[in-house]
């Protein structure tokens, strides 16, 4: 394809589809991961703090503030990752959403587990 500017498309299984492929595969398996917390944690999770002693509205709160949290964060995700690079952030994210799901799991009392929540529910946004 010999124009000025112009480059042929790369060869099926070059190296750079190979590494395009892993990088989508090892992007959506990390959004599938994040995904499938998110939809196992949330169901349980009013029953989990009622049994906490929390009230119905200390529940509704923690539910609401868990999604206000998620879309706060995912606002500046955007500028972050353009600031401190994109992969970083996709490391960084699930490296501090895994303790926070932990933690959420291994309180003692409502309040705790709402700031667990409320990371968790950071984290996961980005």
């Avoid at 291994?106 to 709402?114: D, E, N, S």
Wanted: some cysteine; proline content about 7%; aromatic content about 6%.
């Amino acid at each position: 394809m010999g124009g000025r500017g112009q480059t042929s498309p790369p060869a099926a299984g070059q190296p750079e589809q190979n590494d395009a492929r892993r990088t989508r595969l090892a992007l959506a398996g990390g959004a599938g991961l994040a995904s499938l917390g998110m939809g196992l944690l949330v169901p349980i999770l009013p029953a989990y703090a009622l049994s906490l002693g929390a009230s119905a509205t200390l529940v509704g709160l923690l539910l609401s503030g868990f999604g206000i949290m998620r879309l706060a964060v995912s606002l500046p995700s955007a500028w972050l990752a353009r600031r401190v690079g994109l992969r970083r952030i996709l490391v960084t994210s699930p490296a501090l959403t895994a303790p926070a799901a932990a933690a959420c799991a291994l309180v003692w009392g409502f309040w705790p587990l709402a700031v667990f929540c409320l990371i968790e529910g950071g984290t996961a946004s980005v």
